[in-house]
């Protein structure tokens, strides 16, 4: 499609149905503010909470990049750094100077944290060694899964439209297809995801939900800016395996694991991580913004509003994001931070969009739990998980020392973004936004 067909379409997407839309009115209020008020709760959320946070220790000025695991106070905890940080960082930062004003302190740690990334975890042909001392030496090479590769593309395709550097694009797309290669194998072994599930599971030869879900996100943003008709097919292929595949129409669930094939695992057709399912569908949303299709973005936001119906906590509140048995339901065990950010970004994307009643509600009511159970005081980062009584709980695999530095982030952002859309396209703060819409650049 070419940028005028694009712009094309996504203004047509952009046109809510019906009088009650909320996006007709800078007026129309949402948990309790009106959409100016919000905005602006969140941009002090944003630059003046969680942005400062990172200033203290979270980002590295002497080596470049960012460390992974800090103290509440900001102070840095451990010298590692992994390849997920990095790219995601990257992203981070190269999405702030592209869609907040482009200021250059932004783009400048970006860079920084692109050389390091480049020169100490690069491992050639795309290839990306899992963790590195803050000054780069090897801790561990190659990893066993490819969600290093890919995040480290995420952050190469949104720093290349920040810094324009052909490099950071080819390097991008080597990392994706090294990925699909690594990922093809009918011997690739992914045990990060498997982990967190209850599942007594052979990893070998799985085929992940979360895989495909990285990788639509990082061709989305990679797409919108940049012809190339074979990713162009490997998106495609990647959306019509989660809307047809990973979707488990007997039960109505999504599964987080198939065969090699793409067939039923018998072990794990009645289990569902849900809020991996949730981001994934926030991001086919985006996804079908990009391509102007209607149909696509309706029912991915369908199945939104299904999961959220079902695996609502409706004694201690909250969005049961873990793991779901068909029979069972939701295990309320743990609540993690970063799905019920994931699951806020979708509402606001539906709302934005259709002006739905039930995408308003189901978000106020997201975020009255979230705020209430997950910010720290004092503190701009949030804790990331709590158990069904909104106490603190340490996460399978992860340090308790491990701060975010993506998905509250990409909220915050995202959000914000939509909101300024909202009061634009309301006759008012025209000024207030470049994009069409910034989500179609979500990497």
Known sequence: MHRREFLAALATMTMVRGSAAIAGSATERV???????????????????????????????????FMCELNDDGSVASDEKYIWYQGRGIWVYSFLYNNFGRDRRWLEIARQGRDFMVKHMHAGGGKWNEKVSRNGTVLKG???????????????????????????????????????????????????????TELEIEPR????????????????????????????????HHVEMVMRKFWNPEHRIVNEFLRH????????????????????????????LRRGNRKLFDEAAGRVRHFLELCWDSDHDGFGDGNFRVGRGPDYGVKTMWAQC?????????????GASWAREWYE????????????????????????????LKRVGVS??????????????????SLKRMLARSGKEHNETRNVCSLCVVG
């Open 142 to 196: 190659l990893g066993e899964n490819v969600y290093g590769l890919l995040f480290a593309a995420m952050g190469l395709v949104e720093y290349h439209r920040a810094a324009g550097q052909q490099e950071d694009l080819d390097l991008a797309k080597e990392s994706l297809w090294a990925a699909m290669k690594k990922y093809d194998d009918p011997n690739y072994t992914d045990t990060h995801t498997v982990q967190y």
């Open 342 to 354: 994931e699951a806020m970004i979708a509402c606001l994307m539906i709302l934005e969009q259709t």
């Open 400 to 417: 308790t020392k491990r701060k975010d530095n993506f998905h509250q982030a990409r909220y915050l952002m995202l959000n914000l973004l």
């Open 31 to 65: 948990v309790g503010m009106t959409l100016a008020q919000l905005r602006d709760d969140y941009h002090d959320r944003l630059f003046n909470q969680y942005l400062p946070f990172w200033e203290k220790g979270g980002i590295d000025r002497q080596h470049g990049g």
């Open 205 to 236: 030869g799985l085929r992940s939900q979360g895989h495909s879900m990285v990788t639509i996100c990082a061709l989305t943003g990679l797409l919108a800016h940049h012809r190339d008709p074979r990713l162009e097919e490997l998106q495609q």
């Open 261 to 288: 094939d793409y067939s039923r695992a018998p072990v794990a057709d009645t289990h569902m991580l849900t809020g991996h399912t949730v981001e994934t569908l926030w991001i086919v949303m985006a996804e079908a």
């Open 365 to 392: 009511r997201l975020r009255a739990y979230t705020l209430k159970v997950m910010p720290v005081p004092g503190h701009g980062v949030w804790r990331q998980a709590v158990d069904r009584s909104g106490k603190d």
